[in-house]
């Protein structure tokens, strides 16, 4: 059973639970995913499932990328390909179509994708550098500073936080809980919120860490009229071990 879906991050909202509690939740389009190809430990060394997401125009798609998809019986190539490693022998076959009907409601899944691009970016904003004085005669205010010493060592320490590029890094973010799937929308509503901006492309797989937390379903209340169950009788107390003689 494929436990990742390609999908595509549509922004976030708020939903109320059945205890009428306000959650934010983002709305992820996934699926539907058509399996394009299926590989094995005999022919490729490794178990995994390729899935593709979404399609594009044939003008803007290479020869290659259009017979890969005919082999699949597809008439469009998908715009976005994906890889599933799976632990046994897959059981889906190519052509197969896979759905948000691999997720429940309740369970956790991680997400992830680029988060946002924030171009180059200062010490301030980009490590919340605290800067120097505001006052007007200081001179120094979201500059770097000193980034080194004098003659020892002599050159700047490795990992010293520097101006740079900042975003457009892939994150994932673990252990967000289903709140709501839409199956006939293809919608998974997620607590909290997930990289990237409205439009990118995510990954939603089944937690790999939090599953084992989840709460443990009490078991159904008994019907109306209906006898209770019997108490397992209590365990017989081991016999007292006999005085010893004085």
């Known amino acids: 059973m494929i436990s990742s879906l390609l999908g595509k991050k549509i922004g976030m909202t708020q939903v109320y639970d059945a205890q009428n509690v306000l959650i934010p939740v983002t709305v992820v389009e996934a699926g539907p995913c058509s399996v394009v190809q299926v ?6 060394g490794y178990n995994a ?21 005919k082999k699949a019986g597809l008439d469009l190539a998908p715009r976005v390909l994906s890889e599933v490693r799976l632990d046994a022998a897959p059981t ?23 988060t946002k691009g924030k171009g180059f970016q200062g ?6 550098v605290a800067g120097g004085p505001a006052a007007h005669g200081s001179m120094f205010h979201r500059r770097i500073g000193s ?15 520097m101006p740079g590029h900042m975003g457009s890094e892939a ?34 797989r089944t937690a790999i860490k939090g599953q084992w937390a989840l709460p443990v379903v009490a078991a159904p209340a008994p019907a109306a009229g209906a006898k209770p169950a019997a108490k397992p009788a209590a365990a017989a107390k081991p016999a007292a071990a006999p005085a010893a003689k004085k």
Do not use: C, Y
């Not at 590989?39 to 490729?44: A, H």
């Not at 899944?109 to 680029?114: Q, T």
């Open 171 to 204: 994150r994932t973010m673990q252990n967000l809980r289903v709140v709501k799937i839409i199956a006939d929308k293809n919608l998974i509503l997620v607590k909290g919120a997930i990289p990237g901006a409205n439009g990118d492309d995510v990954v939603v």
């Open 92 to 114: 889906n076959k190519v052509g197969d179509v896979v759905t948000v009907a691999a997720f429940t409601e309740g369970m956790l899944v991680d997400v992830s994708g680029i």
């Open 123 to 128: 010490v301030v904003k980009r490590f919340r």
């Open 49 to 69: 499932v390729q899935i593709g997401f979404s399609t594009k125009k044939t003008k803007n798609t290479s020869a290659a990328e259009l017979a890969h998809a």
């Open 39 to 44: 590989k094995t430990v005999e022919t490729d």
């Open 147 to 161: 980034i080194g010493m004098r003659q020892t060592p002599g050159r700047t320490w490795k990992n010293q936080s």
